[in-house]
T-cell receptor, first 113, second 113 residues
Framework: AQSVTQPDIHITVSEGASLELRCNYSYGATPYLFWYVQSPGQGLQLLLK??????LVQGIKGFEAEFKRSQSSFNLRKPSVHWSDAAEYFCAVGLTGGFKTIFGAGTRLFVKA | DAGVTQSPTHLIKTRGQQVTLRCSPI?????VSWYQQVLGQGPQFIFQ???????GRGNFPDRFSARQFPNYSSELNVNALLLGDSALYLC????????????FGSGTRLTVV
């Protein structure tokens, strides 16, 4: 069965420090991978997506993610975190055909001064 | 341009009642999906509609139904509400089902008491 695992329920990072959020997926076909961010009381905003090609993808707000097929991973990174990055981050896999996207349980990011 | 708009933003219902949630997609987007996000979890897929036809359905009981109108707006109906239906209901739109990557609305917070 298809699934997305985000091993870290929450992470605390100091402002200015680097960030890596982990994501592992289980899907038999070519995955379409996404990272979304959700601020409290808000909907989800698409940060970046991977369909094919270069395994390092750039997104908005200075985020990037790397697809590693051998590890079934799609980790999100940012070199320097800002206080405004505090939010919940969701990794997701889009199933072939486009009719369904499966989300992980999310990782809540806290940023300390 | 207006984003995905959902109404109402908050709703309180009693167990056993029925509720209708509304969604207007981004202009030009013909595909609308509904997701349920229970507190502390990632969004769970409920329905996808494209060109007024149901294209996908998640693992939800028949109490959940939806429809899409000729102007591509959509309604989600939930009958015989249970306490467990309390959640944030998210609507997402995209231009067509093969255009992966949703634009989400801010959601409707449903509380069942």
């Amino acid at each position: 069965a298809q699934s997305v695992t985000q091993p870290d329920i929450h992470i605390t990072v100091s402002e200015g420090a680097s960030l890596e959020l982990r994501c592992n997926y289980s899907y038999g076909a070519t995955p379409y991978l996404f990272w979304y961010v959700q601020s409290p009381g808000q909907g989800l905003q698409l940060l970046l997506k991977y369909f094919s090609g270069d395994t390092l993808v750039q997104g908005i707000k200075g985020f990037e993610a790397e697809f590693k097929r051998s590890q079934s991973s799609f980790n999100l990174r940012k070199p320097s975190v800002h206080w405004s990055d505090a939010a919940e981050y969701f990794c997701a896999v889009g199933l072939t055909g486009g009719f369904k996207t499966i989300f992980g349980a999310g990782t809540r990011l806290f940023v300390k001064a | 341009d207006a984003g995905v708009t959902q109404s109402p933003t908050h709703l309180i219902k009693t167990r056993g009642q029925q509720v209708t949630l509304r969604c207007s997609p981004i202009s030009g987007h013909k595909s609308v999906s509904w997701y349920q996000q229970v507190l502390g979890q990632g969004p769970q897929f409920i329905f996808q509609y494209y060109e007024k036809e149901e294209r996908g359905r998640g693992n939800f009981p028949d109490r959940f139904s939806a429809r899409q109108f000729p102007n591509y707006s959509s309604e989600l109906n939930v009958n015989a509400l249970l306490l467990g239906d309390s959640a944030l209901y998210l609507c997402a739109s995209r231009s067509d089902p093969t255009n992966y990557g949703y634009t989400f609305g801010s959601g409707t917070r449903l509380t069942v008491v």
